[in-house]
């Protein structure tokens, strides 16, 4: 508790230094603190409860799944059938994950680990999907003269929307790459400091730390392609014409 | 090769939209092999609109485009692009060198191929290794009628192609119209000038109000 008083003693200062420089951000800054407290006591009652029960580890998994498909959609808007497409650009990514670890035993399917673990991967499709998704729209959007020139030159959409697409899925990857590379030099990841405060030695922390960021560059790998894919299809009419999605 | 009297492109009751809204509606048009026609009109008339829906690019709302007699609809949209190319008016050129530029989409070509269409614009060969984004507005637009021409198209449509040029380098636009209408493409030009339409075309079509109001031998028509 004593840490919690002491952060919220930080909230507090942040707040009377944005009043004195006249910054404005006072509300936000309350707000966001206020918010994140609710939400975590919520989450704390709630874990506890499932990590009693194994079923409900399962329907905890699906609501994030749901939550994470909400929010990659509205990146995808003005595509036709976002939702369906963030869906299986993002379950297919967590899939290529989470069913090696889970088969191999390397992570069991209790609810203390299932739920971390299926968290972290499904987060990781969702945030490389929302940026795939994202990216391939505002580029097309950008230059549609470019990708029209393109189609007038005999080549399909798939090809006109190539540079498009490896724009994307590059930009996706950016963070978890820079983050693999950096593990440990620039930042310790949130499993690894959780895992030692927690009592791990930091040779277990280090190695589970290690299953996840490998998991996690296949899984947002995945999420990316797939989302670029079906972004290409959505944005895709008959007769190899495209359209801006607005 | 067809002969002159068989329409390379034949538009058959063509009615374009922009949108839910049709602009023109009712156009039959023959472009022939060898002819330059003139498509001119005022600005909003639904000529660029038109020249989209021969490749397909748009969707006609009602009629047909007819391509050496078959239905545009049932060709494939990337061959067909490929046999009738379109010159936007202010093109669009690609990342990297005019050589890549001229190759995009070909697969495997020799120079020797792409320095063929450029000389056929008056580019000089050294052109091919010139920064795309480097060139001149004049050299831009040779280079995309080059870069039609390396598909080896049988029809080419140019959408106001002087209208950003400066006098010279609109000249020289106009006498490689007519060289390639003399070199047997069908030619399909788009302008709201119509002095210039009565200059380089065979054959000229007035777009106003929605409607094909007059086609026609080009000395007749535009004088009227």
Not at chain 2, 57 to 72: F, K, N, Q, T
Not at chain 2, 93 to 115: F, H, I, K, Q, S
């Amino acid at each position: 508790m004593i840490g919690v008083a002491v952060a919220a003693g930080l909230v507090a200062a942040a707040i009377v230094l944005s009043r004195v420089g006249g910054l404005g951000l006072e509300r936000d800054l309350a707000l966001a603190a206020v918010r994140a407290a609710v939400q975590l006591a919520a989450v704390g009652a709630l874990v506890a409860l499932v990590f009693e029960h194994a079923g409900l580890a399962w329907v905890f998994v699906t609501a994030m799944l749901a939550t994470a498909t909400a929010t990659s959609a509205r990146r995808l808007r003005g595509i036709p059938r976002a939702a369906a497409r963030a869906f299986a650009a993002i379950a297919a990514g967590a899939a290529v994950g989470l069913a090696p670890l889970l088969a191999t035993g390397a992570f069991s399917t209790a609810p203390r680990e299932l739920v971390p673990v299926a968290g972290i991967l499904i987060g990781g499709a969702m945030a490389a999907t929302s940026i795939t998704g994202h990216r391939i729209r505002e580029r097309v959007a950008e230059d549609i003269a470019g990708v029209e020139t393109r189609l007038l030159l005999g080549v399909g959409v798939a090809e006109a929307l190539a540079p498009a697409v490896r724009g994307a899925v590059t930009t996706a990857l950016i963070p978890i790459i820079d983050q693999t590379k950096n593990v440990g030099l620039v930042t310790l990841p949130g499993t690894f400091v959780g895992l030692v405060l927690g009592g791990a030695s930091p040779a277990e922390a280090a190695r589970l730390q290690l299953t996840v960021l490998f998991a996690l560059l296949a899984v947002e790998l995945v999420a990316a392609v797939v989302a670029a894919r079906l972004a290409v299809a959505g944005l895709r009419r008959p007769g190899e014409r495209v359209v801006a999605a607005g | 090769m067809g002969t002159a009297a068989v329409a390379r492109i034949r538009l058959q009751e063509l009615a374009v939209a922009r949108g839910e809204r049709i602009v023109a509606r009712g156009i039959s048009l023959d472009m022939r092999a060898g002819e330059i026609t003139a498509l001119v009109g005022p600005s909003g008339a639904g000529k660029t609109t038109l020249l989209r829906c021969i490749v397909r690019l748009d969707e006609p709302a009602s009629g047909r485009v007819l391509i050496d007699g078959e239905d545009a609809g049932t060709l494939d949209p990337c061959a067909l692009r490929r046999r009738v190319g379109l010159v936007m008016q202010a093109p669009v050129m690609l990342p990297g060198t005019v050589r890549e530029n001229l190759a995009y989409g070909l697969g495997a070509t020799d120079d020797r191929a792409l320095d063929a269409a450029l000389a056929s614009t008056g580019l000089a060969p050294g052109f091919l290794d010139r920064g795309a984004s480097e060139l001149s507005g004049g050299e831009a637009a040779r280079v995309a009628i080059a870069r039609a021409l390396a598909r080896g198209p049988a029809a080419l449509l140019l959408d106001e192609p002087t209208a950003a040029l400066d006098g010279a380098s609109a000249a020289a636009v106009e006498r490689l119209a007519r060289d390639l209408a003399a070199r047997g493409l069908a030619l399909l030009f788009v302008t709201h000038d119509e002095a210039l339409a009565g200059r380089v075309a065979h054959r000229a079509a007035r777009l106003a109000g929605g409607e094909l109001v007059a086609a026609g031998p080009a000395g007749e028509m535009l004088a009227r």
